[in-house]
């Protein structure tokens, strides 16, 4: 038997289909081996080496593995082929015990075609990609672990700290600050309505230079002066510019194109996208079996394969003519910092179109499907052509103009359509004009002047969000939507209808860190960073040699920016000879000594009101039910309400002074220290076990009287009916007062006796 192993158990299904006979495929469901949560598990003095365990939710999935493994005569390891998917199986290659029977296999598609070639042609594990995975993941911890109590303890509901996600915090508080601080500027905007002599044909023209420069009017005086001098016909054309412009298709989806693709057209946040995405990737299941329907979708590359683009071309011709073919093959440049590790997203098949999968999809995975194929489809295609005309008219020493196109050929925009005209405020777009020429005479029909004022920036979207973040180079394919994701779940941004909205946690956060650890905040710093994992990716860099050139420096910024947080106090301690100093805090400013590093809330008060059990003048404190004392003295740790009473008897428990306080059921005491209470209920009865008096006590939940111990709690003797402190002489259960009758508290027992 031979055991393939892959990420998710819907991709394993799907495998398992293509092969069967001798193949069992399972899924790991991702990483099995993690750093643990609870502690930081980087040995910073041993070369940063990590200490990783099996994930908890995974134990049970390592076993059935193990199992399964050690009956194999050959494991596959075919887990996502990317740096992540490359680190989880060195994972399961450590844990398995699968040493010298192991292969490592990547397939970009789940087809049987690539799933068996992968296997025709097996490789070994990629220790450069587990490395720069290995790095992201350790510098991710180092600046998580260490900056995220630093920001909770001084950021009010703040959560987390983290390399990539607190830049792109950053990003969306920037932005905020000029969208606030931003000042309109007045302009006007002046439009004349024209006609030909002799023709019928009206269109729109703008104004657009004055004396051959941009123009512009930015007040009413300027635009009234155009507006006086322009008011009359004729305007006289002055050059006429014709051609046919081509207009190239956009290359297949990318992460990030396809992320700002279906956010603005099928409006989706981010992490929404990849869920689908990855669905279509590992495969649905349908009423026609488990079906994939795209490449790996996490990509940086516009890359396509020969064997597919071949089949796309065919398909091009087959269903829209020879016409719609390029004269070449479309070839698509990789922008420079991209990995190009796979092939950009398409269908696995061209011949599996929307519509034949239309009826056994729901409406998001079909919507993204359509839009994933006919971007492909398009990109493949012949140029959309179109005819071009644009007049330039004068009138005085202004100059106005207007374009238009028509459609000459539409190529690839008969499958994908992407061109918009540009909006009126830049030029006049008439989709026809009239054939003009030099020197021809235009008469004016209607001229127009309409105030405007510049707009602030538009806030991001998780579109422009992404497209922000993959500029900068501060993150990867698989990391677009996690940042989002991560965000909004820590509260740093909201959504307000599909833009992102900075919160005060976030502003707060960003001028912490902006302070302290400006570096890390810093754009190109992080892409930097990620340039540096590129090496270690592609050209074997050792990554401990990084992650100290990054740890030494930002602990040594961590250290500065936690002792700068505090302001000396001529307070004294209450608990030493030292003065307090003044420190914020997460929920506030409070007092803190130096010395034996006690704390006090600011607004704490002394008072001339001596502790009951040690003496020492108790501080009056605001607490969740009003005002209450407090023993300044942590080992005495005493507490009571301004109005309870001190009374001379003590708690049966740790020996201290009791409280007499009023409760719902009547008088009691409380203890000031531990906070046992003792009933001044009415005494009835004797105790059976320690013959204690026992007591009248009612049930606080349903009001029921009951009667227990007054040794309570050191016995915890309790009964429904009166105790006589007797045991039954025929059972040895203790006997009760009932019906003016002593009995015996056991039904089963008919004891009896008059009282």
């Not at 080496?49 to 399964?68: G, M, N, R």
């Not at 194999?72 to 290659?93: F, K, N």
């Not at 000031?672 to 606080?700: D, F, Y």
Request: hydrophobic share 30%; glycine share 6%.
């Amino acid at each position: 038997m031979h055991l393939i192993i892959v990420e998710s158990p819907k991709k394993a299904k799907t495998i398992e289909r293509f092969l069967g006979g001798k193949f069992k495929v399972l899924g790991s469901g991702g990483h099995v081996r993690g750093l643990p949560e609870k502690r930081f598990a980087v040995d910073v003095n041993n070369n940063f080496e990590p200490t990783y365990e099996i994930e908890p939710k995974q134990k049970k999935t390592v076993e059935e593995l193990k199992a399964f493994a050690s009956k194999a005569d050959l494991v596959y390891l075919a887990t996502d082929p990317d740096r992540e998917g490359e680190a989880i199986a060195w994972h399961l290659y450590e844990v398995l015990d699968i040493k010298g029977k192991t292969h490592r296999i990547k397939f970009n598609e789940i087809s049987e075609k690539a799933v068996k070639k992968a296997i025709s042609e097996p490789g070994r594990i990629d220790y450069n990609l587990v490395n720069s995975q290995q790095a992201r993941r350790i510098l991710d911890r180092i600046v998580g672990y260490k900056l995220s109590p630093f920001v909770r303890t001084r950021v009010k509901d703040a959560e987390s700290a983290g390399r990539v996600q607190s830049v792109a915090v950053r990003m969306v508080v920037d932005l905020e600050r000029k969208i606030n601080g931003f000042v309109p500027e007045e302009y006007w905007m002046i439009s004349a309505k024209v006609k030909p002599e002799g023709s019928s044909t009206e269109f729109k023209m703008l104004l657009a230079e004055k004396d051959g420069k941009k123009f512009r009017p930015s007040s009413a005086t300027e635009a009234e002066e155009v507006f006086n001098a322009c008011n009359n016909s004729p305007y006289t054309v002055k050059e006429v510019k014709k051609g046919i412009v081509k207009s190239h298709a956009l290359p297949p989806f990318t992460t990030s194109t396809m992320q700002q693709d279906a956010s603005s057209k099928l409006g989706l946040s981010a992490p929404q996208v990849m869920q689908l995405a990855q669905h279509l990737y590992e495969g649905i299941e349908t009423s026609k079996g488990h079906l994939a329907l795209v490449t790996y979708i996490r990509t940086d590359s516009t890359r396509i394969s020969e064997d597919a683009q071949q089949e796309c071309l065919k398909y091009v011709e087959k269903n829209f003519g020879s016409e719609y073919l390029p004269s070449k093959p479309n070839v698509y440049t990789t922008k420079k910092n991209a990995q190009d590790a796979h092939e950009a997203i398409r269908p696995i098949d061209i011949n599996i179109t929307p519509d034949k999968v239309k009826d056994i999809l729901d409406k998001n995975h079909y919507n993204l499907y359509r839009l994933i194929y006919e971007r492909y489809l398009a990109s493949q295609m012949a140029d959309a052509k179109f005819n071009s005309m644009q007049i330039t008219a004068v009138k005085d020493k202004y100059s106005f103009k207007a374009s238009g196109r028509s459609v000459n050929f539409k190529g690839y925009t008969v499958v994908y359509d992407f061109v918009q005209g540009k909006t009126g405020e830049d030029e006049a777009e008439n989709k026809l004009l009239p054939d003009l020429k030099a020197g021809d005479s235009l008469t004016l029909k209607k001229l127009e002047k309409e105030q405007k004022f510049t707009k602030p920036p538009v806030r991001f979207t998780d579109s422009t969000l992404v497209k922000a973040i993959e500029e900068n180079g501060i993150g990867r394919p698989s990391t677009y939507a996690t940042i989002i994701g991560t965000l909004t779940k820590h509260k740093y941004i909201s959504r307000k209808g599909k833009y992102l909205v900075p919160s005060e946690i976030a502003f707060g956060a960003t001028d912490l860190l902006m302070k302290n650890f400006s570096d890390i905040l810093d754009v190109n710093f992080t892409a930097r960073m990620e340039d540096k994992l590129d090496d270690i990716a592609e050209k074997g860099k050792d990554w401990h040699k990084m992650v100290g050139e990054f740890y030494y420096p930002f602990i040594e910024d961590l250290k500065n920016a936690t002792g700068d947080n505090s302001e000396p106090t001529d307070i004294p301690c209450d608990y030493c000879s030292s003065n307090y100093v003044k420190k914020k805090g997460r929920f506030g400013e409070f007092l803190f000594c130096p010395e034996c590093k006690k704390t006090r809330n600011l607004d704490d008060k002394k008072t001339d009101k001596p502790c009951p059990n040690c003496g020492a003048l108790m501080t009056l404190k605001d607490g969740k039910f009003g005002k209450y004392l407090s023993c300044p003295n942590a080992e005495c740790n005493t507490k009571m309400q301004e109005g309870d009473e001190i009374t001379n008897e003590k708690c049966d428990k740790c020996s201290s002074v009791m409280l007499f306080k009023t409760g719902k059921f009547g008088n009691y005491y409380k203890c000031s220290k531990c906070g046992g209470t003792r009933s001044l209920s009415e005494l009835k009865g004797v105790c059976p076990i320690c013959h204690k008096p026992a007591q009248k006590m009612v049930s606080k939940k349903k009001g029921a009287i009951y009667y227990g111990c007054s040794g309570y709690p050191s016995c915890k003797f309790i009964s429904w009916d009166i105790p006589t402190g007797d045991l039954c002489p025929t059972c040895g259960q203790y006997l009760i007062e009932k019906d003016e009758k002593v009995i015996c508290s056991n039904k089963k027992c008919n004891y009896e006796k008059q009282n």
